[in-house]
């Protein structure tokens, strides 16, 4: 019987064998270490969950030579340009992760485990998106919380900011470099007199109606609607929002946060915890694809440097 071809991307775990990385979480960061330490001649394993923060979005933007490009298909070439490095990949969610004497014991929603030297945790995080009606089958087409992404498409048009206190009047504020057309939804929360004369010193009207819902068509809103006044018409709205973790893998480890609620790493992505790892939109407040991507290549070279300092001879 001809020998099987060589199977490509997704594996079984191979029993009993030590990985010299586990990568938790394929988007920019992860899919970008993944590929440096393959390079290293690592032996790496990459898992991802296919739920990344900008699933919703149809396009990405501010990336060097992939500007524009639909978000999925950015990880699909990623993942194709491992294939030459041999990295192991799993479409499958890590539900937790411990240290074992010298090792990190990762363990698969299936109940199968897979041991690493070291761990590299590049989940991201989860926007908590704000309680409007309609606003969920907006967001990623008419509704975004990043204007640097998604700002230059909506230029000159009629924008809101939707937010609260302070977060909401910068929101507001920023949004005027794309549009001169900008209002702040507060949602009945408060703004202070300092803010409102700000806003007003700028040209920007601040709505402090409560909100009912958004009127859209296919997600892409046309107006918003108010308990105690006359309907808004709008093009789109950006929101401010808090967020957190896309999993608790780093704070069981021990992880520290900052007061921001990410994670607290170094320039390399160091944690406080030896041999963890925290790349991507869960460990900065710049949250940017091609950033996510940068810092799990600092990762990538961080850890390959502790392996190199383990085998070598002093």
């Excluded at 270490?33 to 933007?61: E, I, K, T």
């Excluded at 990336?63 to 298909?73: K, V």
Aim: with cysteine; net charge neutral.
């Amino acid at each position: 019987m001809p020998a099987a071809p060589p199977v490509l991307g997704y594996f079984l775990a191979e029993v009993g064998r030590v990985f010299d990385v586990i990568v938790v979480g394929g988007g920019p960061a992860g899919l970008s270490a993944a590929l440096m330490l393959g390079r290293c001649r690592r032996r790496v394993l990459l898992c991802d969950d296919g739920q990344p923060r900008n699933r919703h979005s149809h396009a990405l933007h501010g990336y060097l030579t992939r500007d524009g490009i639909d978000p999925a298909e950015l990880n699909a070439i990623g993942r194709r340009e491992l294939e030459q490095y041999n990295i192991r990949c799993r479409a499958i969610h890590v539900t937790a992760a411990e240290r074992r004497g010298e090792l990190f014991q990762v363990t698969f929603e299936n109940g199968e485990v897979d041991q690493s030297k070291y761990l590299l945790i590049a989940t991201g995080v989860v926007d908590d998106l704000p309680g409007v009606a309609g606003l969920r089958e907006c967001y990623g087409r008419s509704v975004f919380h990043c204007p640097y992404c998604d700002g230059w498409e909506r230029r000159d048009q009629r924008i809101a900011a939707l937010g609260k206190g302070k977060s909401g009047v910068l929101l507001a504020l920023s949004l005027k470099t794309w549009s001169p057309h900008v209002v702040l939804l507060t949602n009945e929360s408060r703004v202070t007199g300092r803010g409102l004369a700000r806003l007003a010193r700028n040209g920007i009207d601040a709505v402090p109606d409560r909100i009912v819902r958004i009127v859209h068509d296919e997600g892409q809103l046309s107006a918003v609607e108010f308990e105690s006044r006359d309907a808004l018409a709008l093009d789109a709205v950006f929101f401010t929002a808090s967020q957190h973790p896309r999993c608790d893998i780093a704070e069981n480890l021990g992880c520290a946060f900052s007061r921001k609620g990410t994670v607290d790493t170094g320039t390399l992505s160091e944690t406080n915890v030896p041999g963890v790892f925290v790349a991507g939109d869960a460990s900065r407040d710049a949250q940017f694809v091609v950033v996510a991507a940068a810092e799990g290549v600092k990762a990538a070279l961080a850890i390959n440097q502790a392996l190199q300092r383990e085998e070598l001879r002093p």
